[in-house]
């Protein structure tokens, strides 16, 4: 006997979150809740606006009708769209039994532009010391030097960076001419940062400053290899599809011998801690990039340990499906 709920929530997003051309003021998605034998798992669909090809109006629809046929005994194909796979395929790890409870909690600071604040966080961090730093939004000349001055100000830090393909090859350049030569090993690795992979890879050569793939990996035709010059992929389930597919992308990014950091698509509170218990669970070596708890008014459901944000509880939210 199956039986399964779809619950949709809207929480709302700390003032000013703008991704890509749109302002977000609230986080939309839904809780899939499947019920077999005593079992019971759950996952988060929350397709993230600018970012996933599907709206949340066809998210919602694509869950029902995979729930529907679930309910009624069959093992229905895995959504095409990728968030709504993700979700299912989370509450069928957890139904199962085999997403493991243990999770990696660490996360890496993330670091918007002050960075001092950024070092008094890094400050109370125990163990090894990585944080997040966005770059691409000031001048180039201003992110190297704020590269330079964390590296310099905490001895044990290594640094991602991420600048969203947002520099022509000139600016990446004066970028890494401000980055002290003897510091750009502490530089694990830097996202995306020309406007084409072909310029990225050149860049990663030419500077020595090792580059990873996020926006790369969900091009058509991607494939893991072996390159020079890249050290990670980032890995954000919720744009990617399903465990499987995340899985499969993980083992090859290890057997390529890049590291694979599985990250945030600013899922609630609910998300992120399905996704440090997949962390642990598929890259036990890498710390996650799952900062982006506070981005959200609310905790939904389950809470992020040691956060003491308000929590949005299930008999608040809105039954959109359930048989
Ligand atoms: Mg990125």
């Known amino acids: 006997m199956r039986t399964a709920t779809l619950y949709r929530f809207k929480l709302p997003m700390e003032a000013g979150i703008i991704l890509r051309y749109q302002r977000l003021k609230t986080r939309d998605g839904f809780l899939v809740h499947l019920q077999e034998n005593g079992q019971q798992g759950w996952g988060e669909i929350s397709p993230l606006p600018e970012f996933s090809k599907e709206t949340i109006e066809q998210a919602g629809q694509a869950a029902e009708t995979w729930l529907k046929q679930w309910r009624l005994g069959a093992e229905p194909d895995e959504s095409e769209l990728p968030s709504v796979a993700f979700g299912i395929s989370c509450a069928l790890a957890e139904l199962q039994g085999k997403l493991p409870k243990d999770a990696n909690y660490r996360k890496a600071p993330l670091c918007n532009g002050d960075p001092d604040e950024l070092i008094v966080r ?4 125990s163990g090894q010391k990585v944080a997040k730093v966005k770059v691409g939004l000031y001048e180039a000349v201003r992110d190297g030097m704020v590269v330079n001055v964390l590296l310099e100000a905490v001895p044990d830090l ?9 520099w022509s090859r000139a600016k990446a350049d004066s970028f890494a001419k401000y980055v002290n030569p003897d510091y750009r090993n502490r530089i694990a690795f830097l996202e995306e940062p020309c406007q084409t992979p072909e310029q990225s890879l050149a860049f990663a050569r030419e500077t020595g400053i090792a580059i990873a793939w996020d926006e790369s990996v969900r091009d058509e035709g991607f494939k893991v290899e072996e390159q020079a010059g890249v050290a990670a992929v980032v890995i954000k389930p919720t744009l990617i599809g ?14 390529a011998g890049l590291e694979a950091v599985i990250s945030s698509s600013i899922e609630t509170s609910f998300g992120l801690t399905q996704l440090a218990r997949i962390a642990h669970w598929l890259t036990p070596a890498t710390i996650p990039g799952l900062d982006t708890l506070e981005l959200i008014q609310s905790q939904l ?18 039954i959109s499906w359930c048989s």
């Open 242 to 255: 399903s465990l499987a597919r995340c899985c499969q992308l993980i083992s090859a990014a290890h057997n």
């Open 122 to 125: 890094l400050s109370n961090m």
């Open 301 to 318: 459901v389950r809470r992020w340990p040691g956060s003491t944000m308000p929590v949005t509880g299930l008999d608040e939210l809105e």
């Open 158 to 166: 290594s640094l991602r960076l991420d600048a969203n393909r947002s």
